[in-house]
């Protein structure tokens, strides 16, 4: 059964879950669906609850991603198998049985508005290539110079392809679209990342494991900047965006990259004289990183510091702002520090940062994006 909701042309392909709860004879089912369809969810509920004998249990808690799958706690409620939709499966064990419902739309926007910001992109990755292969070793202080400028940043580069990727529901498309752009004279990268991803040109907000030297710059498919905004923190990488809900096509300017850094740079330097952290551990399976955390917890007693390790499922300033630390290192989702930090009433750093603040590792070398691999 695939049901089409008109409002939003999703797609949900219900089928291969309704035959597993069949052959299962599961009687009690969670389904967890991600933020910006929970206003589908019920309908969801009514076409699983029609068409088998199965009960469902909405797992209601915000849901950003699979490395928030529902786990265990479910477990003692009864409930057999988790639905989770719109999300691809990971690299991890939740500890229960998981179907994972794949979500489509079936917007299909075309190129033409992309192509100026493209070609424009192709220049600066032609540009940084040639540079790079005549300059050689740079010198601290260019390496500084090009890092403020963000996209300009020292990377390897060994080739100026495009490299195509996207969310998760607009992947289908992205063999389509590829032609396309080859049509248009350029050359095409479908990147293929690692064990997190599931899909060809798959990005997740703390995954961009797919980037590869040869690729100079990228068009994301998909709606707003918070994936665009990882890629090219993490890559250096011009940018451009092609939204499909709306036809539109924008970049990911280097002003916005640059004031993030701006902004992660001061929080850095806010930690200098910094006693006490609270070290984050993420109790969701796929944001889980212990052993991250007691490395940092080693790293802050070796430079005389100390370091409080501090498990959460969610991470919310309301839970953490209290403790009478002077700032904190998340080892839970890495977007919290970047996108959230202004929420915090004290520095919140990725783990990345927290080396910076004990000398461990250098700014002037490049930011280092804190991926879950
Ligand atoms: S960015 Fe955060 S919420 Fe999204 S998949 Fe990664 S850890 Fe999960």
Redesign the pocket.
Known sequence: MVIRLDMNRHEFELDDLIKRIKENDNRLVALQVPEGLKMQALEMMDAIEEDTSARIILAADPC?????LVHDKMQRMGVELVAHMG?SQ?NIDSGMPTEFINVTYDGDPAIDPVLPILSMHREIAERRLSEASSKGEISEEEAQERFMDAVGRVSPLKGAKLGLVGSIQHLHLIFDYKERLESAGFEVEVPVGGARLSFPGQV????YSGDRDDIGHYLFLGSGDFHPI?LVLHTGKPLAMLDPYTGGAEEMSFKRIEGILRQRFGLIMSCDEAETFGILI?E?P??MRRNLALRMKRKLEKHGRKGYLMALEHVGPELIDFYPVDAFVNT?????AIDDSVRYAKPLLTPFELEVVLGDKKWETGYKFDE?P
């Open positions: 950003y991603g699979a490395c928030d999300h990971m997740l907000g703390c995954n990882g993420g969701k796929g944001q839970a989702c890495p977007r919290i879950i």
